[in-house]
C-alpha cells in the first residue's frame, strides 16, 4: 500500500446541545490509501445514522493505527450521539492525550460533560476549545448557555454577543443574547432581541416561547399566552413551554386550562411520579371505596402547605389519605383532618393502593377561582406548644409581630437561585419600619440569612429564638401566638394563611402565579393582604407601605387582641 498525505475530510454536521451544530475538525495525517478510504467508510456510516457501524470501523482503525487522533474524535462523536456518555468522555481525553490542543475534541468533550450535567468542568472544556479555535461560532453560543446556567450573567452575554458576531443576524445567536439579557434582569432588550428572531422567521419556536417568559416577566401575561401557543404550534411536544403556559394561564386565573398543561410538569421532571407508578396506578378522580391514596408533595414546602387542602376531600371520596412529604412537615401534617398517617421521603411509604400528587388534587377537583376551598385554619399547630409561646410573648410590649426577609438561595439550582434573588430582603431593608411604635418584631427567619438579625448594628431589632425551632410543627406554634405575620414569599407565608393568621406578603414585581395579578388580596388565604412591587427591584416603596399600613393598625388597635 502506498502512503499518501491526506486530509481527512470534516464529519457530516453534528448538532451540539442547545446550540448551532458542531463539526469533526478537519486536520493532516499521514496515512495510507486503504485506511483512508476505512475512514471515508466510517465517516459516510456516521453520515448515515449506522453509528454502529462507524463505531466498528473506528476502532478497527485505531487498532492499526493507534495514534490516529482524528479517529478517537470521530469515535467521541459516535459514542455521543448513540446516547454513551461515558464512552464519549473517554474516546474525547484519548483524542486530547495524544493532541492537546485538539479543537474538536474539546467541542466534544464539553457537550459530553454538559450532557452529564457537569456545567461547570463544561464551561472549562469549552473556553479550552475557543483558545484553540476562537472563532468558532457555536462554541460560543454553549458557553454562553452554560456561563447563565451557572450563574455567570455578565460573562455569558458577552459570549453571546461574541457569537452574534460572528454570524450577525443569527437567529440562534440572537436567541441565546436574548436569554442571557433576561438572565441579566433586562426583560426589555430581551423582548427586542426574541422580536427580531421572529421578523426573521415567525415560527421560531425557542424565540415564540422566551418571548413569552419576557412577557411574563414584565406582567404582559396576556400577551405571553399567545407567545407560548405560537411556539406550540411549531413544536407541540415541548414540555417546559406547556408548563410556562400553566403557569400564565394561572396567573391570570384561568384555572381549568390551567391545571390541565400544569400536568405537563411531568415530562419535565417525572422521577416522584414514575417511581410511584412502578409500584401502584395513578388515581383518577374515582370513588375510592375504601382503598388506602397516597398523596405526596412533590415540589416545595410552601406547595405542600398550599394544596394539602384538599387532602379532607379526597377523604370524603371514601380512601384511607396517607401522606408523603418533606420531613420538616410531618408533624404538622399528622394533624390535618381525614389524614390517616404521614411519613417523610426518608422512609419508604406505607402500603398503598392509588397515588397522586398534591398539586394535581385541583385538576381531578375541577377548582376554579370561585371554588378554591379556603377555609381557615386547615392547618393547626399543637395547643401546648401554643399556650407555651403565648406565656412567653405575654410579657413583651406591643403587637407581636413575625418577620421573615429571606427565602431558601438554593444556589445547586440557578433557576431558582435567580427567582430568590428576586423575592429576598436583607434584613436592612426593613428599616422604614423601626419607626412604627407600639410593635415587638420576632424573627420567623431560617437558614443562612437569620445571621442578620445577629449583626452588630441592626436597624430593625427582632428576638431570634429560632434556635428553638425545629420544624414546621414548631413554627406554626410561634406563628399561632403572634399577633401578624409579614414575610417575603417564602413557605411561612402559606403556613400562616393555612394557620389564619394575618399575614402580609412582599410580592416581587414578577410575582409567583398563585398570587395573580392586580390584588391585594387572594383567594387562597382570607386572612393575608399582598404588598407588591410596583417596579422590578423596588422594595423601598414596598416596605414605606407597608410601614403606612403597620402604623394604621396598630395605631387604630385593628389587630386582633394579642395572644388571641
Known sequence: MTATTVRIPPSPTIPAAAAPSIRIGAVPATVSDDLYQMLLQAMSRHEAGDFATAVAGYRLIISLVPALVDAYSNLAITWFDLGHLEASLAASHQAIAIKPDHYQAFATLARTLQALNHPSAAVVAYRRSLTICNDHQPAWCNVGNLLRDTGEIEASVAACR??????????????????????????????????????????HALANGNLGNS??????????????RRALARDPAAAQVHLNLAIALLHRGRFREGWAEYEWRWQVAAAPRQRLMDLQPEWTGAPLDGQTILLYGEQGFGDTLQFVRFAPLVAARGGRV?????????????????????????????????????????????????????TVPYLRADATAVTAWRARLASLPGRKVGLVWAGDPRPHNPHAHLIDSRRSLHLDQFAPLAVVPGVTWVSLQKGAAAAQARAASVPLPVLDWMDEIGDFADTAALVTALDLVITADTAVAHLAGALGKPVWILSRFDGCWRWLQDRDDTPWYPTARLFRQQRAGDWTSVLNRVRDALADRVGSAALEPSGS
Open 162 to 203: 461574541q457569537a452574534l458576531r460572528l454570524a450577525p443576524g443569527d437567529p440562534a445567536a440572537l436567541n441565546n443574547l436574548g436569554n442571557a439579557r433576561q438572565a441579566q434582569g433586562d426583560a426589555d432588550a430581551a423582548i427586542a432581541l426574541y422580536r427580531r428572531v421572529l421578523r426573521i422567521n415567525p415560527d
Open 215 to 228: 412577557l411574563r416577566a414584565q406582567g404582559h401575561v396576556d400577551e405571553a399566552i399567545p407567545a407560548y
Open 322 to 374: 396517607i401522606l408523603q412529604v418533606f420531613a420538616p412537615l410531618v408533624r404538622l401534617l399528622r394533624r390535618v383532618p381525614g389524614v390517616s398517617a404521614v411519613s417523610g421521603f426518608d422512609a419508604p411509604p406505607p402500603p398503598f393502593d392509588r397515588h397522586r400528587a398534591l398539586m394535581s388534587l385541583p385538576l381531578l377537583f375541577g377548582t376554579d377561582l370561585a371554588d378554591i376551598p379556603a
